[in-house]
Nanobody, 130 residues
Framework: QVHLVQSGGGSVQAGGSLRVGCEASGVTQDYCMGWFRQAPGKQREAVFTSFIADGSTNYADSVKGRFTIPENYAWNTLTLYMNNLRPEDTAVYYC????????????????????????WGQGTQVTVSS
C-alpha cells in the first residue's frame, strides 16, 4: 500500500524560495511520482513528474528553470525546491504516486488530464505575496 506524507510549504514574498517534501512508502519501480498543484477555482495541474524506473524528470513550462528536484534523488524522498516564486504559484501542492507508462508520466506536465488512479499526499499550502 502506497503512503505519502508531505512537509514544508508556507508563505513567502515574490522572488523568494520554499520547498515541499514528500516521504513515500510502498512505491515500486513502475511508479510515476509527481508534484501537482491546485489554485482556487482552477484544475489540479502537474508541475513535475518522474518515472522511477528510468529516473526521467519532467517539468511544466510554467515552472521550468525555477522549480527543481535534486539529481539522483531518492525515489522515496521527493523534495521540490521552488525558487523565484511568483504570486501565480500560490496553490495547494500535492505529492502523487501512480502506476502508468513512462510516456504518460511525461505527458502529465504538458496538461494531459490525469485518468489513472493516484495516491495523494495530504496537500501543502504555498502562498506567494506580491
Amino acid at each position: 500500500q502506497v503512503h505519502l506524507v508531505q512537509s514544508g510549504g508556507g508563505s513567502v514574498q515574490a522572488g523568494g524560495s520554499l520547498r515541499v517534501g514528500c516521504e513515500a512508502s510502498g512505491v515500486t519501480q513502475d511508479y510515476c511520482m509527481g508534484w501537482f498543484r491546485q489554485a482556487p477555482g482552477k484544475q489540479r495541474e502537474a508541475v513535475f513528474t518522474s518515472f522511477i524506473a528510468d529516473g526521467s524528470t519532467n517539468y511544466a513550462d510554467s515552472v521550468k528553470g525555477r522549480f527543481t528536484i535534486p539529481e539522483n534523488y531518492a525515489w522515496n524522498t521527493l523534495t521540490l525546491y521552488m525558487n523565484n516564486l511568483r504570486p501565480e504559484d500560490t496553490a495547494v501542492y500535492y505529492c502523487a504516486a501512480l502506476q502508468t507508462s513512462p510516456s504518460r508520466c511525461r505527458s502529465l506536465v504538458s496538461g494531459s488530464p490525469l485518468t489513472e488512479d493516484a495516491t495523494w499526499g495530504q496537500g501543502t499550502q504555498v502562498t506567494v505575496s506580491s
